[in-house]
């Protein structure tokens, strides 16, 4: 058995695991089964999960080719994770949710992470940019169309609320004097 201690969705467990147990058995077995076994293999995406590197950035993994132990000490945020403070769907899962970028939904959990840490990467991003940052996801629906569709949707969502937000310093309304 191995000593771990991981955060996950913003809670730490600490925990003794077998050291050869996998990232998203560990997860699965912590109740975090929205993060689902696809292949076990490291080939569909469906366990995708964001894990912090040592530098403290989030990066998306595929957590089925990841050992539980290699997860020591990092934060891991599932698809359980993501939902705003109070409880309201990420962006990126609403835009999937807006555009129909679901059918059986299996690979929806992986897609959606890995959105996340694309969008994060290039805010900005093309359409062929959102189709090669997606391509060790499989759809086996073959919704693509829609899933490149939700993720721009979820790219041009910020875009509009970043330029909408007012200049940090700048005032909200300017008092005239008396
Ligand atoms: Fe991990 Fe398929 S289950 S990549
Ligand atoms: Fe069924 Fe993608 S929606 S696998």
Do not use: W
């Amino acid at each position: 058995m191995a000593r771990i201690s991981v955060t996950v969705d913003g809670i730490r467990y600490a925990d003794d695991v077998p050291p050869r147990t996998l990232l998203v058995y560990y997860l699965r077995d912590l109740g975090k089964v929205g993060t689902v076994v696809g292949c076990d293999t490291s080939n569909c995406g469906a366990c995708t999960v964001l894990m912090t590197d040592p530098d403290g950035r989030a990066r998306a993994v595929k957590s089925c080719n990841v050992l539980a132990v290699q997860a020591d000490g990092r934060e891991v945020t599932t698809v359980e994770g993501l939902s705003t403070a109070d409880g309201g769907l990420h962006p990126v899962q609403r835009a999937f949710h807006e555009n129909h970028a679901l059918q059986c939904g299996f690979c929806t959990p992986g897609m959606v992470m890995t959105a996340v840490d694309l969008l994060a990467d290039n805010p900005n991003p093309t359409e062929d940019e959102v189709r090669g940052g997606l391509e060790g996801n499989l759809c086996r629906c073959t919704g693509y169309q829609n899933i490149v569709r939700a993720v721009l949707a979820a790219a041009a969502e910020r875009r509009e609320a970043e330029a909408e937000a007012p200049a940090i310093g700048m005032p909200v309304s300017e008092e005239v004097p008396a």
